[in-house]
T-cell receptor, first 110, second 110 residues
Framework: RKEVEQDPGPFNVPEGATVAFNCTYS??????FFWYRQDCRKEPKLLMS???SGNEDGRFTAQLNRASQYISLLIRDSKLSDSATYLC???????????FGSGTKLNVKP | DAGITQSPRYKITETGRQVTLMCHQT?????MFWYRQDLGHGLRLIYY???????DKGEVPDGYVVSRSKTENFPLTLESATRSQTSVYFC?????????FGSGTRLTVV
């Protein structure tokens, strides 16, 4: 089983829609979680960390469900510029090792 | 320029040649990483370094060599390039807030 799994998508949504992605992780001892955004042919960039109590940054909300071992990313009022691949990142037993999901592709259409 | 830089941006090399990808960061982050990204596999860790002169293998280290004589530099060497090493290579450094990636090196082995 992979350390981190994501639905590859693509998720095709109209502008203004709300969309959510989940990311499941296999290691119940994981403590650090992040969402990264990657545009086509570019490097991944940190979107937001995921805190135990959930956190929000503008239109983006990240949540952690430890019992079911998944993190989620909710995007409200989608913009064309949100079109990208979203990667989840989770640490393993060794804090030095973080595992990246393969990413979920989002296409926001006019 | 502040940040993390990779060179070259693009490289074409022949099978069997040795090639070195460079990575330089200006923040003095202790941790540095090399990933490769291929369709269908997401980001896979090749090697990482916790500090100068401390390196360790990741998921896919075979055929690669790293060194870290100075905190700011973390070169990746393909000892004898193979076609399967055609990929996009990302260097990254990490602090408490997450990873920052370089712009990547697109390597083609012919």
């Amino acid at each position: 089983r992979k350390e981190v799994e994501q639905d590859p998508g693509p998720f095709n949504v109209p502008e203004g829609a709300t969309v959510a992605f989940n990311c499941t992780y296999s290691n119940s001892a994981s403590q650090s979680f992040f969402w990264y955004r990657q545009d086509c042919r570019k490097e991944p960039k940190l979107l937001m960390s995921v805190y135990s109590s959930g956190n929000e940054d503008g239109r983006f909300t990240a949540q952690l469900n430890r019992a079911s071992q998944y993190i989620s990313l909710l995007i409200r009022d989608s913009k064309l510029s949100d079109s990208a691949t979203y990667l989840c990142v989770v640490n393993g037993n060794n804090f030095n090792k973080f595992y990246f999901g393969s990413g979920t592709k989002l296409n926001v259409k006019p | 320029d502040a940040g993390i830089t990779q060179s070259p941006r693009y490289k074409i090399t022949e099978t069997g040649r040795q090639v070195t990808l460079m990575c330089h960061q200006t923040w003095s982050h202790s941790y540095m990483f090399w990933y490769r990204q291929d369709l269908g596999h997401g980001l896979r860790l090749i090697y990482y370094s916790a500090a100068a002169d401390i390196t360790d293998k990741g998921e896919v280290p075979d055929g690669y060599v790293v060194s870290r004589s100075k905190t700011e530099n973390f070169p990746l060497t393909l000892e004898s390039a193979t076609r399967s090493q055609t990929s996009v290579y990302f260097c990254a450094s990490r602090d408490n807030y997450g990873y920052t990636f370089g712009s990547g090196t697109r390597l083609t082995v012919v």
